[in-house]
């Protein structure tokens, strides 16, 4: 019934294991057993594997097994054995003590355990860290006692009298750890201390940071120079994209860390003159001016201004980000004192001799960066994304950029502004949706998608944007008193630097991607959206009006002549309604040089056209965003798109009940090949087959009803393709696609083979569909022209022969004829005196003064 343990004495073991009868014969155990040995290791472990889970019992059953846990002092016996220095023994106490706080609930058992002040003798001792386990349980165990941090208690942890605090230094003395998931951890416990409220505690840990503070931010110094290195050398591919994005990921993730430390105030002062002085002027800034001596450190013009969107869409420090675009956007050169250059060992910082001044330098270099002459956007894309960045920042610099006629309005609320004027209302509604980024796939799939049909059919309605209202979404307007006045001017150089990206598009050999493009128009949709200028709306309207017309132009010869125009259309289309400025997504994958091959695993819209068909792809892109820009520039709505084919009735769907009486029926076994709607794949179904002008539908007949059926699947015509079976003169295979949306690409919603009664059956269904998938398809295409405006060429019939009326010269016949014509007109030997002469040759039968009767037989 028991059994006897331990090296000494008598230790009987209870039945219940959880009980606090079994926690005292698990203290006896370690009493019997202080010295560790070889022949007890196995005992300790097991049985402080044991303590652990008869404690997580106790503080949700029984509160006496606590009682006796503080009672007997037996965090002291976990002491002792870890002085002992046995490897097993530290590695099972550590994760005893990781689970045993990561699993107390009742604050009460949290005080006790944390009371007497074992834990901070546990967590000053001197493991061996060297060993990876022994350091994953250690790093763990102080990852998990952060976590119970609070302003109750911190005192458990830190002695304000005699100033100590166990947590803190041990954890500053691994912060440069060579694994970079202890790295990791030991941010996150810093941050976890500071966010403490606690003034002394606070005080505390500021004075003891300070180097750990300049390490971190020399830390984003190297991972930004190390990245830069990359971006030069790397090439657009897959395998170099994906370490290009764990590095990129690495960089933004202590971005973050130092923004959520500049929100604690105390960290804030000093770590912001760090970040400032030793990351953002001697770095970033320094990289756009011209290199001052051979060992400076200069990244590149992409790169940095990479790092300062990054830095701009993250950090909301107002100090911070006020001194960094004050010098960005009005300094010149003498701002910067300091420079990074390379030792033979590392980077360091060196003052810099104060070059000559030139107004505005940074500011310029922006400037520059939006010369869509240049062989690529490349860098018109990064110079983009930092203005977006400028927008979207959160830190209330709004009067410092429109000091500097940059404009910007931090409060997309204004309603009052927005009622003033039409088109800035659309623009406004424009730019708070995309802004949200994400939030534009959080609509429902309509429900002609759902039942595999598309909306082209449907009546006219209110005109369908990518950008839903965000009307509902804004904040209430402030006040006339609160509300500030728009901007009046726009900095010219900015405008045509924009402009110039919109006129690049229109041009026959573009180097602009359409995710650039994407990025231009929102930026211009947020400048417009703030400023009252009349003459840059209006020559902004005529450039987009003339940019759209170059690309039609370009397009009327593909939409006459490529089959495939219709499917390119549509798809771009469905492109186009996704939002792609996620930087979360693109930021790292446009780092690296454009890329101009599918190979590359890119999508079309992030890197340039490869062959015939995706500079279609293109150019359909560039004329949607263009187009939607003249509109919103306008403030006119657009009914046109998305393509509809205007029809007198409602598209059947699933689940109708439709009349079929005088309709013409086809009757067949339908076999799924993969699964859809209908069912699993070798299904034999019997349906009936029927089309309208724009449909292919199947149906069973209505039970209930004579002459009416339910439909079971409907399909487009413009979609379906239509083959033969060559051992089977009854069977028909058929593919049926789905039209594309922003939320799915286009796929084949039905794989089938249609098996009719008969051969002459199935040449009559396949002769109906084939003519009625023409006719669709001209119909859908008929429809683009429309919209883009283009007339319809007519084929002109030309053979493949020329044809002449009458004989050309040197035939037999004409050859024959005037010979004979020519005979019996020769004039007599005596009215010839050269017999010998020429004259025997005919005459030209086509010459009017010719005397024969040249006309062919």
Not at 235 to 258: P, S
Request: charged fraction near 25%; hydrophobic fraction near 40%.
């Amino acid at each position: 019934m028991f059994r006897k343990l331990g090296s000494s004495g008598s230790l009987w073991k209870p039945k219940n294991p959880h009980s606090l009868e079994y926690l005292k014969y698990l203290q006896g155990v370690l009493v019997k057993n202080e010295k560790v040995t070889e022949s007890n290791r196995k005992i300790l472990v097991e049985a402080l594997r044991a303590i652990a889970e008869i404690l997580i019992w106790g503080d949700q059953n029984d509160a006496s097994v606590f009682d006796f846990f503080l009672e007997r002092q037996m965090l002291l016996h976990f002491l002792k054995i870890m002085e002992q220095g046995s490897t097993s023994l530290n590695v099972q106490l550590l994760q005893t003590l990781n689970i045993l706080f990561e699993n107390i609930r009742h604050e009460t058992s949290l005080y006790f355990l944390l009371s007497n002040n074992h834990v901070n003798s546990i967590i000053s001792h001197s493991f061996d860290l060297s060993n990876d386990e022994i350091m994953a349980y250690y790093i763990s165990f102080l990852k998990t006692l952060s976590f119970k941090l609070n302003a109750c208690t911190i005192h458990f942890f830190f002695n304000e009298t005699s100033q100590e605090f166990p947590l803190l230094l041990e954890v500053l003395k691994l912060y440069d750890w060579n694994d970079s998931m202890v790295r990791i951890a030991v941010r996150n416990i810093i941050l976890n201390i500071v966010k403490v409220q606690d003034v002394s505690m606070l005080q505390f840990v500021k004075s003891n940071t300070k180097q750990y503070l300049a390490e971190l931010v020399d830390c984003l110094v190297e991972a930004s120079i190390s990245l830069d290195i990359y971006v030069r050398s790397a090439q657009n591919l897959q395998a170099n994209r994906e370490r290009l994005r764990e590095k990129v990921d690495d960089l933004i993730d202590l971005v973050h860390y130092i923004g959520e430390l500049l929100d604690v105030e105390t960290m804030a002062d000093s770590l912001s003159d760090l970040v400032t002085n030793r990351y953002l002027m001697p770095l970033l800034l320094s990289s756009l001016l011209p290199r001052i001596g051979n060992n400076a450190v200069m990244l590149t013009p992409v790169s940095a201004f990479f790092f300062f969107s990054q830095f701009l869409l993250i950090i909301q420090h107002h100090s911070t980000i006020q001194n960094f675009l004050s010098a960005f956007l009005f300094d010149d050169q003498s701002t910067i004192s300091t420079h990074w250059i390379r030792t033979e060992e590392a980077f360091c910082l060196q003052k810099i001799d104060q070059p000559p001044k030139s107004e505005r330098v940074f500011f310029d270099s922006l400037l520059g960066a939006f010369d869509a002459s240049q062989k690529d956007d490349y860098l018109t894309f990064y110079g983009l994304m930092l203005i977006f960045s400028m927008f979207q920042n959160k830190a209330d610099v709004g009067e410092l950029l429109n000091a500097a006629n940059f404009p910007v309005i931090k409060d997309i609320t204004n309603l009052k502004i927005v009622q003033e004027n039409p088109k800035r209302e659309r623009l406004m509604t424009e730019v708070g949706v995309e802004a949200k980024e994400e939030e534009v796939y959080h609509d429902v799939v309509e429900r002609m998608e759902e039942l595999n049909t598309d909306d082209v059919f449907l009546p006219p309605e209110e005109p369908r944007s990518r950008f839903a209202s965000a009307v509902d979404d804004l904040e209430a307007p402030r006040s006339p008193e609160q509300t500030p006045p728009p901007t009046k001017s726009c900095d010219s150089r900015l405008v045509d630097a924009l402009c110039s990206i919109i006129s690049a598009v229109g041009k026959e050999n573009s180097n602009i991607r359409p995710l650039t493009l994407e990025l231009a128009c929102l930026v211009i949709r947020q400048i417009l959206m703030t400023i009252d200028d009349d003459d840059i709306l209006k020559n902004l309207t005529n450039l987009c009006g003339e940019v759209r017309e170059s690309l039609v132009k370009s397009l009327g010869i593909s939409v006459n002549s490529e089959t495939l125009f219709l499917e390119w259309f549509e798809d771009e289309y469905a492109e186009f309604e996704v939002n792609h400025v996620n930087f979360d997504i693109i930021g790292y994958e446009m780092l690296l040089p454009p890329a101009a091959t599918p190979l590359s695993g890119l999508p079309l819209h992030k890197r340039l056209p490869s062959g015939f068909e995706e500079r279609v792809r293109t150019k359909i892109l560039f004329y949607l965003h263009i187009r939607k820009l003249e509109r919103d520039l306008t403030g006119e709505p657009d009914s046109e798109l998305p393509v509809r084919v205007s029809s007198r009735q409602e598209p059947a769907a699933i689940g109708d009940c439709i009349n079929l009486y005088n309709s013409d029926l086809l009757s067949c076994t339908v076999v799924p090949q993969k699964p859809c709607c209908l069912g699993k794949p070798g299904d034999r179904l019997l349906r009936f087959l029927v089309t309208d002008g724009l449909q292919l539908i199947l149906v069973e007949p209505d039970a209930k009803k004579a002459a009416w059926a339910v439909v079971k699947f409907v399909g487009l015509l413009q979609d379906t393709t239509i083959n033969g079976d060559s051992s089977d003169s009854r069977a028909l295979h058929v593919v049926v696609e789905g039209q594309p949306s922003r939320l799915k690409k286009r796929q084949a919603v039905l794989t089938a083979k249609f098996i009719f009664d008969d051969h002459i059956r199935c040449m009559a269904a396949k002769q109906r569909l084939t003519k009625g998938r023409q006719t669709a398809r001209e119909l859908k295409l008929q429809a683009i022209r429309d919209v883009l405006g283009i007339k319809k060429e007519e084929p002109v019939l030309s053979n493949p022969f020329k044809i002449v009326k009458g004989c050309a010269p040197g035939s037999v016949r004409k050859t024959t004829s005037a010979q004979s014509s020519s005979s019996s007109s020769r004039p007599s030997s005596s009215q010839n005196p050269n017999p010998n002469s020429t004259s025997a040759i005919p005459d030209d039968p086509f010459s009017p003064s010719s005397s024969s009767s040249g006309k062919p037989v």
